[in-house]
């Protein structure tokens, strides 16, 4: 499996982020489906929303606030399909 096309969101169980976390990765996979070799889902705790790609993290809540999926989608795009138009969100 291509580790580099693997993305990872960690979410907070204590803050009751799964539904956020869930609805950034159905975005993630209705976007990249071709591209993509694995999206997983990992419980955390602490206040943790942290995506990554390939074990490089892309997005840190406590840095940079929630993400607004058009962000996450181009920092994945850059790395996993560079090129790739991302439509009518590609601002």
Known sequence: MS???????EYCTQCR???R???LAQELLTTFETELTE???KPGRGGVFVVRVAGEVVWD???QGFPEPTAV???VRDRVAP???LGHSDG
Do not use: H, T
């Open 3 to 9: 580790e580099s096309r693997r993305i990872e969101i």
């Open 17 to 19: 982020w799964l539904p």
């Open 21 to 23: 976390a869930a609805w």
């Open 39 to 41: 999206l997983a889902l």
């Open 61 to 63: 809540r406590k840095e």
């Open 73 to 75: 989608k181009r920092a």
């Open 83 to 85: 090129g790739k138009s």
